[in-house]
C-alpha cells in the first residue's frame, strides 16, 4: 500500500524532510523503513512519539500492528504535556 509519512519535531530534524511516500502494510513497517533509512536513533525517537493514522492514534487502532490502506497518512507528532 502506498502511504503517506509525515515527520514533525525532532523527527523532521533528524530524518531532514517533513514528508515522504512509502509502501507499507502496517505501522511496522513503516518503523522497519525509519530505521534502514534514517537509522536507530530515528527509529527510537519515532516509536516515543504520537502515532497518528489518518488522525487517530493508534493507541485506539492496533498500536504497531494497524493495517494501512491505500493512501493513508501516518503522522509522527510530539508528546507534548501541560498542567
Known amino acids: 500500500m502506498q502511504i503517506t509519512i509525515k515527520y514533525r519535531a525532532q523527527l523532521a530534524e533528524l530524518t531532514k ?14 518503523l522497519k523503513h525509519i530505521k534502514k533509512q534514517f537509522g536507530a536513533k530515528a527509529e527510537k525517537k519515532a516509536e516515543a512519539m ?11 487502532l492496533k498500536h504497531f500492528k494497524t ?15 501541560g498542567g
Open 50 to 60: 504520537l502515532i497518528i493514522v489518518n488522525g487517530q492514534s493508534i493507541l485506539q
Open 67 to 81: 493495517v494501512l490502506k491505500d493512501g493513508d497518512e501516518v503522522s509522527f507528532l510530539p508528546i507534548c504535556g
Open 17 to 30: 524532510i517533513e514528508n515522504e511516500s512509502i509502501t507499507a502494510v502496517n505501522v511496522k513497517d513503516v
